[in-house]
């Protein structure tokens, strides 16, 4: 045949057996070698491409791998590159060897893991569309639709579904439970229930309860239902109220909350409310409030304590004021009550008759 000609140009033969032969001519030398069909496949009739180096490129409408449980790796030239995985056939696990110690054993259908800064990922058992992306020392033990990006230490240890941590450092979340979510912090754990969520902070501990959740703060716990904990420092929060910042403050009763201040303020009754101060309580009846102050107590319904140290109430539908003082007292000096309605002084509003202090009652 004339001329040098590729083997692609080549024409087609049809009835090719195992014994027909390509003789090929090493340039400049006089040897010629002799290679058949089957050295060309890998001993069961299938063609393969093994040791070859520097680019393959594939062409084509489709390009199909098959694998047999097998994991695949696509890996680039610099150990920096890969592959994108675009689908798979429901049960085939995805690892692109960027780190070659990274590793996914026993999940299964659509689980990936890609990138990071170390060797230390891992992505096992639970099954169903699982991610774990960059960070490292991160563990994704199971779960179902669940992933993690970025981080350092993290665990998702559930056999739950559709729960996802996002940075941060040590957090864990454990227990079989559904949808929840931690973004941030440090050395946070949110365990049982459905819906949680555990944003910033550190040492916070979201224990059980469904549609709760801590942000920011050191330390604060929340249990039960539709609880919450905003900022400050080993606050706890119980099912249906809320703690604001603060220190060591403790909301109990049902629908209701401690603001700020510190030092043990406690809302153990139904919709009460502490706001500031120190150990300040509202341990009996319904709807009562502490304003500052300290160790204060309202024990009766709809009652209010403003200020003052060591105040109590002795009634429903009270309100304690300590120290009660007027600083618009030169504007309210009326001879009677006439006087006072005449300049603007309503019914049951204080005012003063050259100091001696009145009620307007008619």
């Known amino acids: 045949m004339a001329g040098n000609k590729k083997i692609f140009d080549l024409p087609l033969r049809t009835g090719i057996t195992s014994d027909d032969r390509l003789a090929v001519v090493d340039s400049g030398n006089t040897a010629t070698y002799s290679v058949k069909v089957s050295d060309l496949r890998d001993g069961t009739g299938v063609n393969s491409l093994e040791s070859l180096t520097g680019d393959i490129i594939f062409s084509g409408t489709n390009i199909d791998i098959t694998t047999s449980g097998q994991t695949i790796y696509l890996s680039g030239s610099t150990g920096g590159g890969g592959g994108v995985f675009v689908s798979g056939d429901g049960t085939n696990n995805v690892l692109p060897d960027y780190y070659p110690l990274s590793a996914i054993t026993s999940g299964n259908t659509n689980t990936f893991l890609a990138g990071g800064d170390d060797t230390s990922n891992r992505i096992t ?5 699982r991610y774990l992306i960059g960070g490292q020392n991160n563990t994704l033990l199971g779960g179902i639709n669940s992933g993690m990006i970025g981080g ?9 579904s559709n729960d996802v941590i996002i940075a941060g450092i040590g957090n864990d979340m454990s227990f079989d439970s559904y949808r929840r979510g931690m973004f941030a912090g440090r050395d946070n754990n949110l365990s049982q229930g459905w819906q949680g969520v555990i944003i910033g902070g550190r040492n916070n501990i979201k224990s059980n309860g469904d549609d709760n959740g801590i942000f920011a703060g050191n330390g604060n716990s929340v249990t039960g239902n539709r609880a919450v904990a905003l900022g400050g420092q080993s606050n706890t929060a119980s099912g249906n109220n809320a703690v604001v910042s603060g220190f060591a403050n403790t909301a109990s009763g049902e629908h209701s909350a401690v603001i700020g201040g510190g030092g043990n303020n406690r809302a153990e009754k139904l919709r009460s409310v502490v706001i500031g101060g120190e150990s300040n309580r509202v341990s009996n009846g319904q709807g009562g409030v502490v304003v500052s102050g300290i160790n204060n107590n309202v024990s009766h319904n709809r009652s209010v304590i403003v200020g003052g140290q060591g105040q109590t109430t002795l009634q429903d539908d009270e309100a304690v004021v300590y120290k009660l003082r007027m600083t618009q007292y030169a504007s309210l000096d009326f001879a009677d009550d ?25």
Do not use: C, E, M, P
């Not at 058992?125 to 569309?129: A, L, Q």
């Not at 204080?350 to 009145?358: A, D, E, I, L, R």
């Open 125 to 129: 058992t639970g099954n169903s569309n």
């Open 152 to 160: 350092d230490g993290n665990t998702i240890a559930s056999q739950g």
């Open 338 to 362: 006439t006087a006072a309605a005449a300049g603007g002084v309503q019914l049951g509003q204080f005012y003063h008759t050259s100091g001696v202090v009145k009620i307007r009652i008619v």
